[in-house]
């Protein structure tokens, strides 16, 4: 082997390495695939179309954590004490955000995601129920901060 195909082979370890190395997150937060982008939801033909999140814990891709990031890395991702807190200090649990009520899920084992419900609300922005869309909805005060902001969506 060469001088340059050791460095080579050396350099694809270190990145499929560090690949690897990066948890994916979203297998230990209940329902991630599928909450709601505060942000973004039309109605089309009289019903509501919902986009989601891509980063649950962030504002955006490669961007700042909300405040459901923060306390996820707080907690090191413990649903049993993350699902208890009220990140966005909206009233509402994470668990309840979450669809998952009662804190019963757990991570890789399926008999508990039959307890989950439909995500309500995203976990880490402040949102409120607006009864006439009867959905909730980012505060007013804070729409035009966070919504300028871009949501990857999925």
């Not at 039959?114 to 869309?133: C, Y």
Request: net charge positive; charged share 20%; proline share 8%.
């Amino acid at each position: 082997m060469t001088p340059q195909q050791l460095v080579l082979h050396f350099l694809c370890c270190i990145v499929i390495g560090l690949c690897v190395a990066y948890p994916p997150f979203k297998n230990y937060i209940p329902n991630s695939r599928r909450v709601p982008d505060p942000c973004r939801t039309e109605i089309v033909d009289g019903k509501t179309e919902l986009h989601y999140v891509k980063a649950v814990g962030h504002y955006g891709i490669n961007s700042a954590r909300n405040p459901f990031g923060l306390d996820f890395r707080r907690t090191r991702g413990n649903w049993t004490i993350l699902c208890r807190l009220d990140s966005d200090g909206d009233g509402l649990y994470n668990g309840y955000e979450l669809g998952d009520v009662r804190c019963m899920w757990k991570a890789y084992y399926p008999r508990s995601w039959r307890s989950l419900r439909a995500p309500f609300s995203h976990p880490g922005i402040t949102e409120v129920f607006n009864k006439t869309s009867k959905r909730y909805e980012v505060v007013p005060q804070l729409r035009m901060a966070l919504c300028s902001r871009r949501f990857p969506l999925i």
